[in-house]
């Protein structure tokens, strides 16, 4: 289908092009060439596209996504070999139920067109339909599986971060805003090691196998306690060197304990699951390197007040210790010997009062609780529920009784026999009827024309 349109667009180009030397050739031959604009020049080639390709539905990849602030969408949509720049204007946009995001497979549906000041072509986009998951996440979950089925991700074979590292490695860009987050977080909480920063790229080309290269650099120079690989957030394009299989497994090979903090807490890569613990962000990893020292700090410093605290607490230990032994000397005299005598009645006695208070209140408790639990199972309280459901059940039965019926506005016909006559068509042409009301009874008869009616 796209080599037929091409052969139209081209035999429309063609005939264009003939069609104008034809002008020229019928041109007096002492006329110069006629030149046209670039603006008239772009205003054909978009004549010829609009014409050519009219709406259709294109797949695609979206990529570079940008949503201004005036509710226009702007992306590109690629596939393995073009692109093609697409806008999605504000009306349409506010329509579609798709949320757009890199990496997401669409289908579009649009027309092509010019943007004539730039002499670009096009698709303005009208429809959105989400077309499964995109390349690169395709890509993503692929290799996951395959290097998790290795046993790459196991937990068994991850190495335990030391808590107080002396020197650290940070494998990033050296110009990026993460490794300054990184190193302000460091000397704000007073974080007393060696930092090293390790000069990578981290996007594009060559990245995964240079960031690759550095940690088996690090891990040669066997000076580093702890390693860090990562970046500031950016879309999965921006991130895809850290889910590159070369730099994954440089990552789970590596000897030197390793944290990846790549991008943003919703952002996740294989190199993630490779490392030896993951960090949300940079800033993150730079917490989590120095809470242990900043814990340790904090225990020095509760410790030196600790030691305060006890010898303090000695020095007036020792002081009540020795005003202890003078008032022990003080007791030892007779006097003091008699008073305690004294003392020791009168304690005697008001714990034997406070004993046997005690005891009497335990036992009303006791009283008091075989009283609920007799009154609960006394046959007065069920039969008090008995009558309460039985009450119920006579209202019940009242508003369901005729009485109540005919209370609301209803008559009940009956024979001469006092039966209640249901149907019209049992009632025969003279017939004696009976017409029961709420407050009293009127005997009359059937009256066949009034039935007709």
Same mark, same amino acid.
């Given at each position: 289908?796209?080599?037929?349109?091409?052969? %139209?667009?081209?035999?429309?180009?063609?005939?264009?092009?003939?069609?104008?030397?034809?002008?020229?050739?019928?041109?007096?031959?002492?006329?110069?060439?006629?030149?046209?604009?670039?603006?008239?020049?772009?205003?054909?080639?978009?004549?010829?596209?609009?014409?050519?390709?009219?709406?259709?539905?294109?797949?695609?990849?979206?990529?570079?996504?940008?949503?201004?602030?005036?509710?226009?969408?702007?992306?590109?949509?690629? %596939?393995?070999?073009?692109?093609?720049?697409?806008?999605?204007?504000?009306?349409?946009?506010?329509?579609?139920?798709?949320?757009?995001?890199?990496?997401? @497979?669409?289908?579009?549906?649009?027309?092509?067109?010019?943007?004539?000041?730039?002499?670009?072509?096009?698709?303005?986009?009208?429809?959105?339909?989400?077309?499964?998951?995109?390349?690169?996440?395709?890509?993503?979950?692929?290799?996951?599986?395959?290097?998790?089925?290795?046993?790459?991700?196991?937990?068994?074979?991850?190495?335990?971060?030391?808590?107080?590292?002396?020197?650290?490695?940070?494998?990033?860009?050296?110009?990026?805003?993460?490794?300054? %987050?990184?190193?302000?977080?460091?000397?704000?909480?007073?974080?007393?090691?060696?930092?090293?920063?390790?000069?990578?790229?981290?996007?594009?080309?060559?990245?995964?196998?240079?960031?690759?290269?550095?940690?088996?650099?690090?891990?040669?120079?066997?000076?580093?306690?702890?390693?860090?690989?990562?970046?500031?957030?950016?879309?999965?394009?921006?991130?895809?060197?850290?889910?590159?299989?070369?730099?994954?497994?440089?990552?789970?090979?590596?000897?030197?304990?390793?944290?990846?903090?790549?991008?943003?807490?919703?952002?996740?890569?294989?190199?993630?699951?490779?490392?030896?613990?993951?960090?949300?962000?940079?800033?993150?990893?730079?917490?989590?390197?120095?809470?242990?020292?900043?814990?340790?700090?904090?225990?020095?410093?509760?410790?030196?007040?600790?030691?305060?605290?006890?010898?303090?607490?000695?020095?007036?230990?020792?002081?009540?210790?020795?005003?202890?032994?003078?008032?022990?000397?003080?007791?030892?005299?007779?006097?003091?010997?008699?008073?305690?005598?004294?003392?020791?009645?009168?304690?005697?006695?008001?714990?034997?009062?406070?004993?046997?208070? @005690?005891?009497?209140?335990?036992?009303?408790? @006791?009283?008091?609780?075989?009283?609920?639990?007799?009154?609960?199972?006394?046959?007065?309280?069920?039969?008090?529920?008995?009558?309460?459901?039985?009450?119920?059940?006579?209202?019940?039965?009242?508003?369901?009784?005729?009485?109540?019926?005919?209370?609301?506005?209803?008559?009940?016909?009956?024979?001469?026999?006092?039966?209640?006559?249901?149907?019209?068509?049992?009632?025969?042409?003279? @017939?004696?009827?009976?017409?029961?009301?709420?407050?009293?009874?009127?005997?009359?008869?059937?009256?066949?024309?009034?039935?007709?009616?």
């Amino acid at each position: 289908m796209a080599g037929r349109e091409e052969d %139209d667009l081209f035999s429309m180009a063609a005939a264009a092009a003939a069609a104008a030397e034809e002008e020229e050739n019928a041109a007096p031959a002492n006329d110069a060439p006629r030149a046209i604009s670039v603006t008239e020049f772009t205003r054909r080639v978009k004549g010829v596209l609009a014409q050519a390709f009219p709406p259709c539905w294109v797949r695609g990849e979206i990529s570079n996504l940008r949503a201004q602030a005036s509710g226009h969408v702007y992306f590109v949509l690629k %596939d393995a070999g073009a692109q093609v720049s697409a806008v999605l204007f504000r009306g349409d946009a506010a329509r579609q139920s798709v949320v757009l995001r890199d990496g997401l @497979q669409v289908l579009v549906f649009g027309q092509v067109t010019v943007y004539e000041a730039r002499g670009q072509y096009q698709i303005v986009v009208r429809d959105v339909i989400e077309d499964g998951v995109g390349r690169l996440q395709r890509e993503f979950e692929a290799l996951k599986r395959r290097l998790a089925a290795e046993g790459l991700f196991d937990n068994a074979r991850k190495a335990a971060i030391p808590p107080m590292p002396a020197t650290v490695g940070f494998v990033t860009s050296p110009t990026g805003a993460a490794v300054q %987050d990184f190193i302000r977080i460091l000397k704000r909480r007073g974080w007393r090691g060696r930092l090293i920063v390790l000069p990578a790229k981290v996007q594009g080309e060559g990245a995964a196998e240079e960031m690759a290269g550095m940690l088996r650099v690090a891990e040669k120079t066997g000076i580093f306690d702890l390693l860090v690989i990562g970046r500031g957030g950016g879309s999965l394009e921006d991130l895809w060197a850290f889910n590159e299989e070369t730099l994954v497994r440089a990552v789970a090979a590596c000897g030197v304990p390793v944290i990846s903090a790549v991008g943003h807490e919703i952002d996740f890569t294989l190199c993630d699951f490779a490392a030896d613990l993951r960090a949300e962000t940079p800033s993150g990893a730079a917490e989590l390197i120095s809470s242990h020292f900043v814990n340790r700090m904090e225990r020095v410093a509760r410790a030196g007040e600790a030691l305060r605290e006890i010898a303090t607490a000695r020095v007036d230990r020792a002081r009540d210790h020795m005003e202890n032994m003078r008032s022990h000397l003080r007791l030892l005299s007779p006097s003091a010997q008699i008073e305690q005598g004294y003392l020791r009645i009168d304690d005697a006695g008001n714990r034997l009062g406070a004993a046997l208070q @005690q005891g009497v209140s335990t036992k009303r408790r @006791q009283l008091a609780v075989a009283q609920s639990a007799f009154a609960a199972r006394s046959p007065e309280t069920r039969v008090q529920i008995a009558s309460q459901r039985l009450l119920g059940l006579w209202k019940r039965l009242q508003a369901a009784s005729p009485e109540s019926v005919l209370h609301r506005g209803f008559v009940i016909m009956r024979n001469e026999a006092g039966a209640p006559i249901s149907r019209r068509a049992g009632i025969a042409d003279g @017939q004696p009827l009976v017409a029961e009301f709420a407050d009293g009874s009127v005997r009359m008869n059937a009256d066949s024309n009034a039935r007709s009616r």
